[in-house]
Every structure is written in C-alpha cells, then in structure tokens.
C-alpha cells in the first residue's frame, strides 16, 4: 500500500506493521484475565478485539502497547519481540475511551505534545501538526481548546495527536462508546477512511458487534480471557466455533438433535456437522440457525400454526404448532425470525422454512 503522509512525514523502509501475540497470560492477584491469547494482524490491517465488558479486551491492549507487563507469553511488533521495552519506545499508541486531552492546551499544542518530547524542530513540527489538521478537517480550530470542540471534534484531535507520531501500530480503546448514534456512524467511516488512507496497522477495541464487523477485515472474538474465534465478520456470524461465541453475536435459534453418519437430521432437514471440531459419527449436536436465516410465509416451507407472538423490533419470536409432525420430530418450537416477515397473529396459519445455504452445527 502506498503510504499517503507527505515527505516531511518519515516514510519507514517497511511503514506498514505487523503484530504477533504469543501465548498472552496476565493476572491481577487470583483474577486470570488472559488466558493464553494468540493471534497475528498482517501489515495495515484493521482488526477488532471484540468481546463483553471485563472478559479482558482492554488488558490486552495494555500489554500490546507495554503500559502493562503480561506474566507469560510474548509481543512482536514488525518482527521484533517487545517484551522488556517501554511503552515510550515500542511505537504502538492508545486512543483511550476518554480520549485524555489536556484542557488547558489549545488543539495544536495537544497535537504537538508527543512531538515536542521527540525532540523534533518546530518548524519540522508545525508542518506536521497543520498536516494532521487538514487530514483531520479541524484545520479551523487549531487554536481552540478542548472545552470548546464537539465531541466528534474531540476525537478527531485525539486520533490526531496518535497519528502524527508515526505509529508501527494504532491501538482504539472503545474510541465510540461516549457518542450519539449518528456521530457514532460518522466516526466510525471518517476513521475507516483515514486507516485505509494512511495505512496504519490498527486494533479496535469493541463491546459492539455491528462496529466490530462493519470496521475489521478480521474480528478476535474474547470471552472470559479466551480467545475463542478469530477470522472474517461473515465466518464468525455464520460458522461460530462455540456456542458461547454464537450466544453473544447474536440471535439465533437451536435444534438439538442426534448426528448419524457426520450429519444432523431435524425438521428442517439434514445437515453436515461440519462445525464440530472432527468427525462426528453419533451423540447430539445443535443446528444454528441465525434469525434472518429462517424465513416465515404463507405459501413454502413446513406448514405450522401460530400459537403466540412476541415482537422485539427487528426479531419477532413466534412459538408455532408443526401442522405435520414426523415421528420423533417436537410437535411446537419457539423461533426467532427476522420482523420484515410480518403480518402473523396468534392463532393464524404460516409455513416456515430455512434459507438456501443457511444452518451451522455447533
């Protein structure tokens, strides 16, 4: 990728990094919040670290960028082991969840704190704070304090103030969580473009899965210090690896059946049990379906009735009587399904039936 900073900003010989964890362990006292994380982010990548609150998201992004020491295992920044250097020198930085500007500083001078520590000329400096602001489109309020900026306006200055540095790596600490839907949506494109322009390997820390899939080529799905999935927003919707990944993605029914010879036979039809991790030739496995992966009509699909109708927006669970039960086969089920198939009541007639290429067995 061609780096976009203009000449006075150093162009590395390798500008883009890359980074590898290796057997990530850490512990406050008897609390294990790291649990042997592993995973690599290829040169300008934009990944995600997603996962819920305290299952150790944040931890990890501390150890990556040294303000914390993990008790085993190992960081590699560009090939090079950061284990023992200081936060100060290994060239990764953190845009925190409170941004952490100084209000007594104007827009520029928060721009050229880190600068300023480097030891860089001013006049080296000042080309590289005004280039930082017309990237940022704050070019106007550069003598602005803190206090007087919006909050979009604040971000764009703290991701400015990272990126003027130069970084082998750009860490994100919920950087969106503090904003209002629509700002949120702004932020989000406006820091998916600048990434993409000036090619900065990124980690994106994230409770929420829509920013999580709509920002990262690849998402690192961590639950309770573990690192359960890694891989593409679709994989990890479609194919989870556990039934604790898929539980928090998102809503999704379950069939529990008996697997014979490698497949999963239920109402719906059969399945190869390709999500279990080897063969199975017997015991009872669970069909995935993701709501909007069922689709209820009037004229295709099994024929069942409507027994009660619960609405929750974009998913509606419907508990339905099968209209033609097949021996062995539970004569009612509780679906969720996606709300646009509306216009059933209770007591009313549907057929149900799975799309095309859609059921995952956990």
Not at 106 to 113: E, P, S
Not at 196 to 225: P, Q, W, Y
Not at 318 to 328: A, I, L, R
Request: glycine share 10%; proline share 3%.
């Amino acid at each position: 990728m061609l780096c976009l900073y203009p000449h006075y900003l150093t162009v590395r010989s390798k500008i883009l990094a890359g980074m590898r964890l290796e057997n990530i362990n850490k512990s406050f006292d008897k609390n294990h919040v790291l649990k042997g994380v592993s995973l690599e982010v290829g040169s300008g990548e934009f990944i995600s670290i997603l996962g819920p609150s305290g299952c150790g998201k944040t931890t990890l992004l501390r150890v990556i960028a040294g303000l914390e020491q993990q008790d085993s295992g190992s960081v590699f920044l560009e090939g090079e082991c950061c284990d023992g250097i200081p936060a100060r020198k290994r060239g990764a930085v953190i845009v925190f969840q409170d941004l952490g500007l100084f209000p007594h500083m104007t827009v520029r001078q928060n721009i050229d704190f880190g600068l300023a520590a480097k030891k860089i000329s001013k006049a080296e400096r000042n080309k590289k704070i005004s280039y930082m602001l017309d990237v940022m489109q704050i070019s106007d309020k550069g003598e602005a304090y803190p206090v007087e900026l919006s909050g979009g306006q604040k971000q764009r200055v703290a991701l400015a103030r990272a990126c003027v540095l130069e970084p082998r790596l750009l860490l994100l600490d919920e950087p969106f969580s503090a904003l209002d839907q629509a700002l949120k949506d702004d932020m989000r494109e406006f820091v998916s473009k600048l990434q993409k322009n000036l090619g900065i390997t990124t980690v994106l820390v994230t409770h929420d899965k829509e920013e999580a899939f709509m920002l990262s080529r690849r998402v690192a799905v961590i639950i309770d210090g573990n690192l359960l999935q890694y891989g593409s927003p679709e994989s990890i919707y479609a194919k989870p690896k556990t039934m604790e990944v898929s539980d928090f993605i998102g809503e999704a029914n379950y069939i529990e059946e008996e697997i014979s010879d490698g497949r999963l036979n239920c109402l719906f039809g059969a399945f190869d049990a390709l999500g279990l991790a080897g063969p199975s030739f017997g015991g009872r496995a669970r069909l995935m379906l993701r709501y909007d992966q069922l689709i209820l009509s009037r004229t295709k699909g099994i024929p069942c009735t409507i027994l009660e109708k619960k609405y929750k927006g974009s998913v509606t669970t419907y508990t339905v009587k099968v209209s033609e039960q097949t021996d062995g086969l539970v004569p009612s089920l509780t679906l969720k399904v996606n709300s646009a198939y509306g216009g059933f009541e209770s007591g009313g007639q549907a057929f149900v039936r799975v799309a095309d290429g859609a059921g995952w067995v956990l």
